[in-house]
């Protein structure tokens, strides 16, 4: 079974940039869809980037288009989640999660939005507080 770990978060200033890892154990991730999600108080949970299990593609949120970039690298088991521009609205407590349907394709649309909130997998997430 995949267990997830992340790390990167922090405090920033406005305008700042934080890089967050994910790092997978226990199996490969090449089958998962893989997604960063964020969970602020009194906000919904939020799919922020996602990528599918195969083939290329990405989904951001509105919020973060343009400003966040989600990759990874199976190889070393890590996804990645550049944040830059960021804003004070960004401040969440962030956590990676992956998914797997046999071979089932998931695209990365369903990763963020279908599997919201019943993602597989998940790690324990990384605090991420933008501030002044």
């Known amino acids: 079974q995949v267990q997830l770990v992340e790390s990167g978060g922090g405090l920033v200033q406005p305008g700042g940039s934080l890089r967050l890892s994910c790092v997978g154990s226990?199996?490969?991730?090449?089958?998962?869809?893989i997604g960063w999600f964020r969970q602020a108080p009194g906000k919904e949970r939020e799919g922020v980037a996602c990528t599918p299990n195969r083939g290329g593609g990405t989904y951001y949120a509105d919020s973060v288009k343009g400003r966040f970039t989600i990759s990874r690298d199976n190889a070393q088991k890590t996804v990645y989640l550049q944040m830059n521009g960021l804003k004070p609205e960004d401040t969440a407590f962030y956590y990676c999660?992956?998914?797997?349907?046999?071979?089932?394709?998931?695209?990365?649309?369903?990763?963020?939005?279908?599997?919201?909130?019943?993602?597989?997998?998940r790690g324990p997430g990384t605090q991420v507080t933008v501030s002044s």
């Open positions: 999660a992956a998914e797997r349907r046999g071979f089932s394709f998931i695209s990365a649309r369903a990763m963020c939005v279908d599997f919201l909130d019943s993602a597989d997998r």
């Open positions: 226990g199996g490969i991730l090449d089958y998962h869809a």
